[in-house]
């Protein structure tokens, strides 16, 4: 009796990134329908490309695609699924990277939470880019500019050592402008999935964010501003309320 093999089915082609990506894509294509021409955007580069679903989409969209992801066994099924793109293994972490070159448009999606070194990449995403940033992810809960380590699952959909930085939206937008951005937006509106909405009963989990040199004219783009610390952690009294402050003193004068 003939056995037939059984493969496993690749996580990036489960239905949570089926519908994820296709909301996503949606409002790409619309963003990218209107700067493509008046930012003259030819080239690409899909950093951390996964299985190459933004590569491609890139491609249809008329760019000159190169597609980057850390993982060789993601990079070879995407090369399988996807010819004429240019795909290859790296690090984004690693300073290998920018031997990528420059590219009229970088794109970045669900990546930057999986890193150990968030602020250095999107260093390195700077170097790259000529006109244009596009970054998504997941963000750690708050408003202040802060990162949480978080320890990851063990799938391969997460990061490559499975500890990650998980920066806030204003964490992320500060390393934006920090990496040397004038202008840093949110996507308006963001893709029409549940994780980039706030419920009753459930917070907003995923951003989107433009990133540019320049200023760019759409409506589908809303500026946002770079946050300022609000703590000072080599000051004892900062972060403690002004309540708080005074019970301490009259405890101690007492």
């Known amino acids: 009796m003939r056995r037939t093999r059984l493969t496993k089915q690749p996580i ?3 239905v949570h990134y089926e519908s994820l990506n296709t909301s996503r894509g949606a409002v790409v294509s619309a963003l990218l329908a209107q700067l493509k021409e008046p930012l003259q955007l030819r080239t690409a580069i899909d950093v951390g490309c ?6 491609a989409l890139l ?19 995407a090369n399988r699924r996807n010819p004429g793109i240019n795909f290859a293994c790296c690090d984004a972490q690693s300073p290998e990277l920018l031997k990528q070159g420059k590219f009229d448009l970088v794109f970045c ?8 070194n968030p602020f ?7 170097e790259m880019t000529r006109n244009l940033l596009l970054v998504e992810g997941v963000i750690y809960p708050g408003a202040d500019p802060i990162m949480g380590l978080v320890d990851e699952g063990l799938t391969e959909d997460q990061g490559l050592n499975h500890v990650a930085f998980y920066p806030t939206e204003s964490c992320l937008v ?15 509106p963001l893709a029409d999935h549940p994780e980039y909405r706030s419920t009753s009963r459930s917070r907003q989990v995923r951003t989107m964010l433009a990133a540019s040199p320049t200023p760019l004219s759409t409506a589908l783009l809303r500026q946002l501003p770079e946050a300022k610390s609000p703590e000072a952690p080599w000051d004892a009294y900062s972060g403690v309320s002004d309540r708080t402050l005074r019970g301490r003193i009259r405890s101690i004068l007492k």
């Open 12 to 14: 990036f082609d489960a």
């Open 50 to 55: 996964g299985l190459g679903y933004f590569s």
């Open 59 to 77: 491609k249809s969209l008329g760019f000159e695609v190169s597609a980057v992801d850390g993982r060789q066994q993601n990079v070879e099924e």
């Open 109 to 116: 999606f669900g990546l930057l939470y999986h890193l150990e």
């Open 120 to 126: 250095l990449t999107i260093r390195y995403l700077r």
């Open 174 to 188: 500060k390393m934006l402008y920090r990496s040397g951005f004038a202008h840093v937006y949110r996507f308006q």
